[in-house]
């Protein structure tokens, strides 16, 4: 086989299982080169990295998007008259590739959504209304694995929602809203998760830190901000921390001994009481850590409040900023460790520097709240954008890279959507370009191929 | 004055205003001669023909905005999975047999404008109760106590400078609140040749909600009525929604024979917009499932419901 490397230097493939390829786009197969074929047995499929998107609704479905590449602009061709031009663009235009899985029913709405990485298989963990765990598979949507969380949605009154979930090194962790925190085996396969600890009621969010796995920040209505160890929570390692030495005026001997302080690392202190001396408030809605070495943490309030932790300098937060003025419900990690997303309960979702706590960026055109958002390199052109998935039924897609934070793409999904999450690592195959073949393809299609190549010299 | 043929002309560069002013006239004139004549001529040729005048018709569309409104992704067109949605929303207690019970009320210390709104509202709601609202309860306690008591509804109307604007819609248990602006109300006294509205309940009506909000605003309407009308009575309630508007419109309805209908007003007639849609029930501080701001009107032809 000739190695072309004229012809195809900008495509770079690698061996690719065929469970991972995708049905493509366009599902006609086109001829090419007819001239080329004496040459080659078959011409190479070229695959591409693009982004796959999961989002979770409140009806229980899953949906996987995959959208469309941008179609390169055309030259325009003086020769065809305009209207075939535009029917040949509406036969073309790439369409929106969305795979639903699962059927409606409100009872299995889905709350929490995470990667988990199980023997060399990338798979989807689902997290539902009614406590159930479902491992699964990104492709089709069937269901690896089912367990049940018992302390979601327990008694008459249904109470109980998940509030964190995640998987690292064969640990599952859950989080419910009324204190029950699991961290599970999954090697012995069990059918609901262990519970290690309960931390009290009136809790909104629970997170562990994406590289150190044990390490759990908790806050809620009323709970402030607390840093705890899982290692210890669960009995796995006794508590390290060192005892106290001077011990003739502190409390902090006794302090330890406590039950509830078992395991924690660290528990944020209240602000000081406001202008008219009273007391603030504490309602955390959502947490983020944002460094590597789990040091800082990033909360928002109820009271439109967004602090910044660090625990090894201060109990009290380094930065305490007010933003707009409705409550902030969730946040997201920004395009760089300094930025944070937030959202509120209206349509704005916007972007904090953390370092001067300024507003630094609003990402327009959403009509309702935005439930999940997350922060992703888009691979065409090494960008980060900004995913977002809103009550208002539409998964949308934001460029950071300019001031104006142009909407790139939207998809409506006709659910309200609770949960995104994004599969960076998802290979297609690229239709080869057609516009080009078919023109070519007629041209050589139509030369007569001639015995001699040297034009006939002699008379 | 010799008449000339005008029409080459150039009437405005003549600087004598009479002759100026003569030779424009005629040009008019001459215009809608040969404009009438080619009426004329075409209103003949279809007499004789009729296929012509259709083709014509047909050719002849003129664009308004509202055929040449911009093509929104949330149209419900015939989706299984949306009516799958639907039918377990929180409507689905209403569409399954439950009878509504509505609520009224008022913003706090409202004036008789308000209260006179308030008393025809009623009439067009069977099945609906008016309670003066107090001083002392909070909107959700207030929420709290018509749950208590199984109101399906509860309807609020809001009131500034003696005249009510505003009507938010809570759909109990749980159910989305719409808040509507309110405008161009009519007293069914002002109206004239306006009927007297009888107790039957009458028949829904709900116009042009096409989009997926569309679609929860009009349940939402539709919810607030029983589900089987009386139609002895003859009595229709009309929800028309035309770019964003919602015409709100009652009348009786008779039938001459049958191709023509004869209609008679009857009680108010009132212009909603719908403003905000919130999930759940009525929270300050509660998610929006649509809000409407003023940077999302980019073109004129683009609505939302």
């Known amino acids: 086989m000739l190695k072309s490397s004229s012809l195809s230097s900008h495509c770079a493939w690698s061996p690719i299982s065929s469970s991972e390829i995708v049905q493509p786009v366009e599902k006609k197969r086109v001829t090419i080169f007819s001239f080329y074929s004496n040459f080659f047995a078959f011409w190479p499929p070229i695959h591409f990295q693009i982004m796959r998107y999961f989002t979770g609704d409140e009806s229980g479905l899953v949906k996987s998007i995959v959208f469309p590449a941008p179609v390169d602009e055309k030259r325009v061709k003086k020769q065809k008259p305009a209207e075939e031009n535009d029917e040949d663009k509406q036969k073309e235009a790439p369409k929106l590739q969305i795979n639903v899985f699962g059927t409606v029913s409100k009872d299995e709405g889905v709350e929490k959504m995470a990667w988990a990485v199980i023997d060399d298989q990338k798979q989807l963990i689902v997290a539902r209304k009614n406590g159930k765990i479902q491992f699964m598979s990104p492709e089709d949507g069937s269901i690896i694995k089912e367990m049940v969380d018992e302390n979601i949605c327990v008694g008459p009154k249904k109470e109980g929602s998940f509030i964190g979930l995640s998987f690292k090194d064969g640990m599952l962790f859950t989080a419910s809203s009324n204190g029950q925190i699991s961290w599970t085996d999954m090697k012995s396969d069990p059918k609901s998760t262990t519970v290690i600890a309960s931390l009290g009621k009136d809790l909104t969010c629970a997170r562990v830190h994406p590289s150190k796995s044990h390490i759990l920040a908790v806050g809620g209505k009323e709970r402030e901000l607390t840093v705890y160890d899982m290692n210890v929570l669960s009995g796995k390692e006794e508590d390290t921390t060192p005892a106290p030495t001077n011990t003739e005026n502190s409390t902090a001997k006794y302090k330890k001994q406590k039950e509830s302080s078992k395991g924690q690392l660290f528990q944020a202190k209240n602000v000081k009481n406001d202008y008219l001396d009273l007391r603030v408030p504490v309602w955390i809605t959502d947490l983020q850590f944002v460094d590597e070495e789990a040091n800082r943490l990033v909360t928002a309030t109820h009271y439109h409040q967004i602090r910044v932790y660090d625990i090894k300098t201060a109990r009290r937060p380094v930065l305490d900023v007010e933003v707009g003025n409705k409550p902030i419900k969730r946040i997201s990690v920004g395009i760089n460790d300094n930025q944070i997303l937030y959202a509120d309960t209206t349509n704005d979702l916007g972007a904090i520097d953390i370092k001067t706590g300024k507003i630094v960026a609003q990402y327009k055109g959403l009509t309702g709240a935005a439930t999940a958002f997350c922060t992703t390199t888009d691979n065409a052109n090494n960008s980060k954008i900004v995913v977002s998935v809103s009550l208002d039924r539409f998964l949308r897609i934001h460029e950071t890279t300019s001031i104006h934070r142009k909407l790139l793409n939207k998809a409506y999904l006709k659910q309200r959507l609770t949960a995104i999450i994004v599969d960076e690592d998802h290979y297609v195959e690229e239709p080869a370009k057609k516009d080009v073949d078919e023109e070519d393809d007629a041209l050589w299609n139509n030369m007569t191929v001639t015995s001699s190549k040297r034009k006939n010299r002699s008379s | ?305």
């Open chain 2, 1 to 305: 004055m010799v008449k000339t043929d005008v029409q080459g002309i150039s009437a405005g560069d003549i600087k004598n205003k009479h002759k100026r002013e003569d030779i424009y006239h005629r040009q008019k004139a001459e215009k809608a001669k040969a404009k009438r004549e080619r009426r004329l001529q075409i209103k003949k040729e279809e007499d004789k023909n009729p296929e012509l005048k259709e083709t014509r018709l047909k050719n002849n569309v003129p664009k308004t905005i509202d055929n040449t409104r911009e093509k929104e992704d949330t149209f419900v067109e015939d989706d299984e999975e949306v009516a799958q949605e639907e039918a377990t929303d929180e409507f689905a207690q209403y569409f399954s047999g439950q009878t509504p019970k509505i609520l009224i009320t008022t913003s706090k210390r409202a004036t008789p404008a308000c209260y006179d709104f308030c008393a025809e509202v009623m009439s067009i709601f069977p099945n609906a109760q008016f309670v003066k609202r107090g001083e002392k309860h909070e909107m959700r306690k207030i929420i709290q106590f018509a749950k208590n008591r199984e109101f399906t509804d509860m309807m609020i109307v809001n009131e500034d400078n003696k005249t009510p604007n505003a009507i938010t819609l809570v759909h109990l248990p749980d159910g989305p609140t719409a808040y509507f602006k309110l405008t161009s109300i009519t007293p069914a006294d002002k109206i004239s040749g306006h009927g007297r509205p009888t107790a039957h309940q009458p028949e829904i009506i709900l116009n042009n909600f096409n989009t997926r909000l569309g679609h929860t605003v009009g349940r939402m309407f539709s919810a607030l009525f029983p589900q089987l009308p009386e139609f002895e009575g003859r009595q229709v309630v009309t929800f028309h929604n035309q770019r964003d508007f919602i015409f709100v419109r009652r009348h009786r309805y008779v039938f001459k024979d049958t191709e023509r209908v004869g209609l008679q007003e009857l009680g108010p007639k009132f212009t909603l917009k719908l403003k905000w849609l919130q999930k759940g029930t009525y929270d300050r501080n509660g998610e929006y499932e649509w809000i409407f701001k003023q940077e999302m009107e980019t073109s004129r032809r683009k609505f939302f419901l």
